[in-house]
C-alpha cells in the first residue's frame, strides 16, 4: 500500500481530505496529514507529500528535508475537500 502524505499549517482541514482521498482509493492509499511542524517525524516509506496551498511557499524547504516528490494540492479542490479530484492527481502523479 502506497503512502501518501499531506502537509499544512495544521493539519485538521488537511486530515478531513486525507479520509476523502482514502475512501476515493478504495483504501487503496493510506493518507496521513501532519502539521509542517511535525511532518519530518512521519516520514518512512512516503511515495508522496502533498502540501496544503497555504504553505505551498515551503515547497523549496520540504523538497530539501525529503526523498520523494513534493507537490502543492491544487487550491479549488483543497477548498471543496475534493478527495476524488485530488487522487486522480496522486494517481498521475506516482504513475498509477
Not at 61 to 87: C, F, H, L, R, T
Request: proline share 5%.
Amino acid at each position: 500500500m502506497k503512502k501518501i502524505m499531506l502537509i499544512c499549517n495544521a493539519g485538521m482541514t488537511t486530515g478531513m481530505l486525507a479520509k476523502k482521498i482514502e475512501k476515493a482509493s478504495d483504501n487503496s492509499l493510506e493518507v496521513k496529514a501532519y502539521s509542517e511542524a511535525e511532518y519530518k517525524d512521519h516520514l518512512n516509506d512516503v511515495s508522496l507529500v502533498l502540501i496544503g496551498p497555504q504553505i505551498r511557499f515551503l515547497k523549496p524547504q520540504i523538497e530539501a528535508s525529503v526523498n520523494v516528490p513534493v507537490e502543492p494540492i491544487s487550491p479549488m479542490k483543497y477548498g471543496i475537500m475534493d478527495g476524488e479530484g485530488v487522487y486522480e492527481d496522486i494517481k498521475k502523479l506516482i504513475g498509477e
